[in-house]
Each structure stands twice: as C-alpha cells, then as structure tokens.
C-alpha cells in the first residue's frame, strides 16, 4: 500500500523559509515521478513543481527562484524548500507521485502552511 505523509507546514512571517518533507513508503521514488501541489481556500489545486526520476525539476511561475524541490532516494523522502514566502504562498500542501509502473498517481493528506503578512 502506497503511503505519502507530508510535515512541516507551518505559520511563518512574509519573507521567511519552511522545508517541507514527504515521507513515501509502499513505492520506490527513485524510478517515479514526484511533485508537489498546493490548495488556497477557494480555489483549485495546483502544480507547485515537480522533480522528475532523472532529477530535472520544473516550477511554477509564482514560485520559481524561491522554492526548490529535492528528492533523497535512499530515504524515500521529497522535500519543499521554500524561500521568501508570501502571503499568497498560503495553502495546504500536497506531495504527489505518479507511478512509472502503473500510470496512477498518489496523494498525502497535506500539509498547511500560512504565510502573514
């Protein structure tokens, strides 16, 4: 059974850091595809960034320069590391990885973090 646990969601000040960390068990992250998502009060979920097996990353526009995505595949962990954080940064987010095996993708309960201003 595949199990992703998201932690570190926090409340931090405008311009500050927070690491979020996605635990995996059930499925091996190094031959998957991995990224993260967020959802803000009221609207849709959305593409953060992802990583993919051979490491290339990519990010979305309101992010990039700020927040990195890295993976440790001996840990089976994915981590968020996220810089200069704005109130718009506010959401729950959610770790995801799409099976190379089987084409479905997995969720985590989320983590929520608030940014004030």
């Known amino acids: 059974q595949v199990r992703l646990v998201e932690s570190g969601g926090d409340l931090v000040q405008s311009g500050g850091s927070l690491r979020l960390s996605c635990a995996a068990s059930?499925?091996?992250?190094?031959?998957?595809?991995l990224a993260w998502y967020r959802q803000a009060p009221g609207k849709e979920r959305e593409l953060v960034g992802g990583i993919s097996r051979g490491g290339s990353t990519n990010y979305a526009d309101s992010v990039q320069g700020r927040f990195t995505i890295s993976r440790d595949n001996a840990k089976n962990m994915v981590y968020l590391q996220m810089n200069t954080l704005k109130p718009e940064d506010t959401a729950v987010y959610y770790c995801?990885?799409?099976?190379?095996?089987?084409?479905?993708?997995?969720w985590g309960q989320g983590t929520q973090v608030t940014v004030s201003s």
């Open positions: 059930g499925i091996m992250i190094s031959i998957n595809d």
């Open positions: 995801n990885i799409r099976s190379s095996l089987t084409k479905n993708h997995y």
